[in-house]
């Protein structure tokens, strides 16, 4: 084996040019899918740190008949029960009871439609993001009467801190109820939406503004390993205390998450599909052309007694050096370009697009997915070989006294 991979070696470099660039070929081919690979976690990577830290948790208690998980219409009744059920578990790095609904808000000049937030300020500060993007002011506890606002939706009620806001919702009755709050803080994710529709405020103010004692729309769950989400919600979705109550994985809470990681998931698939074909190309085009040129050379060889399977053989370790050398330099220049992106970040316009409908950095930091890359140059190195049988079948085929003529 070791001479027909020495053999091998020296007849790649018969032609120098040819095997550099199919080698060449083959290593950027490579560092491509890794380089897609890397931006395309690192961004879901991303995505999923900032809507579980700021809106969704990691898993989510809510009632079993609530039709939109988003902002949940059915209330809890007992969301105390549940969180003591889930939050001894060791698994469980913190938890927190919130109460969302929709309501307005009014300053001394304008009025807004909203999405009202009642939290417990000190849980909140452990589960949530929040406080980290806070522009000016501080965070919930200082007073009952305390909120906080985005940034857009200040400019848009012409609100500034100490000022007063009017928060009005409706109560079970369908009588308005309102409450008066003062700015406490102004905080600013980069999101659009969420600056200009989301105010927070203390859980026991939203109870009263929409009188409902001791309730909540759901329990948020932050784990101490987020790969635990779905053995935690397997194991303990039957024990929350409460028949009415159902444990969510942030999955089925952010369907839209799920929608875009699989979309991107599926480009990526079609993304590798191209660059495998352009890399089995590159090879077969090398190797059919070696043994073209080479056909007299097998003939000889087989008239002096070897059998095809040597023939067959020589092909395929000419393959396989080709494949395993472009591998090779294409798996280090790959892993250089994702370190120095991951030191010095890669801007996005995308950042831009998304931040729109949730938190989202324009700079992003990438890492390698080992798992990934490995796979991915173990697929080139098999593309390689596969892609090379055919012409080897060709030229283990020759009749020896056809091969002898050829020019």
Partial sequence: MSATLAIAWRSLWRNKRRSLLTICSIAVGLAAVMFGQSLLRSFQRQMIEKSTGIQLGHLQVQARSVQDRKVPEVLLAHPDAARRALESDPRVACAATRLLFTGLVYSATASRGVLILGVEPEAERRISILPGYLKTGRYLGGSPRDAIIGTRLARDLDLRLGERLVVMAQKPDGEMNSELFRVAGIYETGSTSYDGQTVYVPIEAARRLRDRPGMASHVVLRLKDIRDIDAFARERGSDLGDPEAVLLTYRSVGS???????FQDALLIVVLVIIFSIVGLGILNTISMSFFERIREFGVVRALGARPGVVFRLLLAEAALLGASGAAAGFAAGIG??????????????????????????IIYMRPMWAMHLWSALGVFAVSILTAVWPALRASRLVVSEALKHI
């Fill in 337 to 362: 370009i994702i370190s120095l992106l991951g030191h010095y970040g890669l801007e996005l316009p995308l950042g831009r697009a998304m931040s729109y409908f949730m938190p989202f950095d324009n």
């Fill in 256 to 262: 839209e998450i799920t929608g875009i990681k699989k």
